[in-house]
């Protein structure tokens, strides 16, 4: 990964009048954190932090799950009653609540409840919950 960075860094450097953007995207690993410290590869970066359990983080994977459930509602209408909305409220936020703004568990948890092997979505999501 530095190798590759080193690269982009020189090209940078070397044609700074070239329109192109690189995003680097990462967690904040420290030899990552290193590297981008040296005076060499500072001056050619800019580090911008996002920080994943941010509210707006949360809000945005509590967006994705429901958009999700909904997704699984429709896709399977003879298996979810029409009573109560499902799930309910205290579910989705309870597992918006345990993501911490990890899209990839919250993706995890519709895939796993919306298994077209099992064919039973409120089933699956119990045992999540």
């Not at 092997?117 to 999501?125: E, M, N």
């Amino acid at each position: 990964q530095c190798e590759i960075i080193k690269l982009i860094n020189t090209f940078v450097l070397e044609h700074p009048s070239v329109p192109l953007l690189w995003i680097i995207s990462s967690r904040p690993e420290s030899y990552l954190r290193a590297f981008f410290s040296r005076t060499d590869i500072h001056a050619a970066h800019w580090e911008v932090e996002v920080p994943i359990d941010s509210d707006e983080a949360c809000q945005d994977v509590e967006r994705y799950l429901r958009s999700g459930f909904e997704n699984i509602r429709q896709q399977y209408p003879y298996h979810i009653p029409l009573g109560p909305p499902w799930p309910c409220e205290a579910q989705i936020s309870m597992i918006a609540c345990s993501t911490l703004g990890h899209f990839a568990f919250a993706a995890t948890v519709t895939r796993f409840t919306e298994n077209p092997d099992i064919g039973d979505p409120i089933a699956q999501l119990e045992h999540i919950l």
